[in-house]
């Protein structure tokens, strides 16, 4: 018997697959699903990753799973195994050499997929492969990338654009304090530039107004965390501050999440360099309200 769970705390998951050589690295994610196997002590975290080729039609979905504490906390040397689910039969794609308790690990779970779960997973290969064909289709002229022009990320893997610049989408949604806020993240593509900063526009909705209003401009550095640019500032210092971390608090994983972000643009300019370099060789590998400025408040 199976059971699948969402696991209410974070829990540090690696960046790589145990065995893949790489240090070890983590990311706190929240809202994971646990899938709980009644022959074994501890649960598997879940990741769930498609196909990256934009021309590809594959139709199925790379399920790994790693043994984890109840906690959440990672274990030195877990149990893990991994297999590629077809969308279509439901059924493992490409059998590898396992052992005999990871194989049945693997046949418990595809014996107990509810239609709920292939309906969850065909959305979410739908939603994938669309972001990586809007991104295939994200041009930009060489000489605006080379210095360093900012672009927002639901600009290049975004359905409509973004909401700075006319579109009806924010990298992140949160609430405060009985406010929607959203932010919209901008990234440097060039990949010669190694400046790993991303700038955060912050905004509010003012249901008075129906309108988007700003309220600062942040820049996060991952080496030397987050300030303020206090050039372009519509609410205190100290308010910003406090917006920041309220939003870093209340999903610890997006801190994660800018840096994966931050490498996939890269990617997208490396990807648009190489096309340039090389015309008609196209190779790619990625790892609706109105807004309103209102005025400026004093910085403390």
Same mark, same amino acid.
Request: net charge positive.
């Given at each position: 018997?199976?059971?699948?769970?969402?696991?209410?705390?974070?829990?540090?998951?690696?960046?790589?697959?145990?065995?893949?050589?790489?240090?070890?690295?983590?990311?706190?994610?929240?809202?994971?699903?646990?899938?709980?196997?009644?022959?074994?002590?501890?649960?598997?975290?879940?990741?769930?990753?498609? =196909?990256? +080729? @934009?021309? %590809?039609? /594959?139709?199925? !979905?790379? &399920?790994? *799973?790693?043994?984890?504490?109840?906690?959440?906390?990672?274990?030195?040397?877990?149990?893990?195994?991994?297999?590629?689910?077809?969308?279509?039969?439901?059924?493992?794609?490409?059998?590898?050499?396992?052992?005999?308790?990871?194989?049945?690990?693997?046949?418990?779970?595809?014996?107990?997929?509810?239609?709920?779960?292939?309906?969850?997973?065909?959305?979410?290969?739908?939603?994938?492969?669309?972001?990586?064909?809007?991104?295939?289709?994200?041009?930009?002229?060489?000489?605006?990338?080379?210095?360093?022009?900012?672009?927002?990320?639901?600009?290049?893997?975004?359905?409509?654009?973004?909401?700075?610049?006319?579109?009806?989408?924010?990298?992140?949604?949160?609430?405060?304090?009985?406010?929607?806020?959203?932010?919209?993240?901008?990234? =440097?593509? +060039? @990949?010669? %530039?190694? /400046?790993?900063? !991303?700038? &955060?526009? *912050?905004?509010?909705?003012?249901?008075?107004?129906?309108?988007?209003?700003?309220?600062?401009?942040?820049?996060?550095?991952?080496?030397?965390?987050?300030?303020?640019?206090?050039?372009?500032?519509?609410?205190?210092?100290?308010?910003?501050?406090?917006?920041?971390?309220?939003?870093?608090?209340?999903?610890?994983?997006?801190?994660?999440?800018?840096?994966?972000?931050?490498?996939?643009?890269?990617?997208?300019?490396?990807?648009?360099?190489?096309?340039?370099?090389?015309?008609?060789?196209?190779?790619?590998?990625?790892?609706?309200?109105?807004?309103?400025?209102?005025?400026?408040?004093?910085?403390?």
């Amino acid at each position: 018997m199976m059971t699948i769970e969402k696991f209410k705390g974070t829990v540090r998951v690696p960046r790589s697959s145990p065995g893949e050589g790489a240090e070890d690295e983590y990311d706190e994610r929240k809202g994971l699903p646990l899938v709980r196997f009644d022959s074994y002590r501890n649960p598997f975290v879940m990741l769930e990753r498609s =196909c990256t +080729n @934009p021309g %590809c039609n /594959c139709n199925e !979905v790379s &399920l790994s *799973f790693t043994e984890i504490e109840n906690s959440g906390k990672p274990i030195p040397d877990p149990t893990w195994f991994s297999f590629c689910l077809d969308l279509n039969t439901w059924k493992e794609k490409r059998i590898p050499e396992r052992s005999k308790i990871s194989q049945g690990f693997v046949d418990e779970f595809i014996n107990n997929l509810t239609d709920e779960m292939k309906t969850r997973f065909k959305k979410d290969y739908a939603s994938s492969k669309q972001r990586v064909r809007n991104a295939a289709r994200f041009k930009m002229p060489i000489d605006e990338i080379e210095k360093g022009t900012l672009v927002s990320y639901m600009n290049v893997f975004g359905n409509t654009g973004s909401i700075l610049t006319g579109g009806k989408e924010a990298g992140f949604g949160f609430e405060n304090k009985g406010k929607e806020h959203f932010i919209d993240d901008l990234y =440097c593509i +060039n @990949p010669r %530039c190694k /400046c790993e900063t !991303v700038q &955060l526009v *912050f905004l509010t909705y003012d249901e008075e107004k129906n309108a988007l209003i700003d309220l600062f401009l942040g820049i996060f550095s991952f080496k030397k965390g987050f300030t303020v640019d206090e050039e372009d500032i519509f609410c205190t210092k100290k308010e910003a501050l406090k917006i920041f971390a309220d939003w870093k608090k209340s999903e610890p994983e997006n801190i994660g999440l800018l840096k994966h972000r931050y490498e996939e643009m890269k990617a997208i300019g490396q990807r648009i360099l190489s096309e340039d370099d090389n015309p008609g060789k196209v190779k790619m590998k990625i790892p609706g309200k109105k807004r309103t400025k209102k005025k400026k408040k004093g910085k403390k």
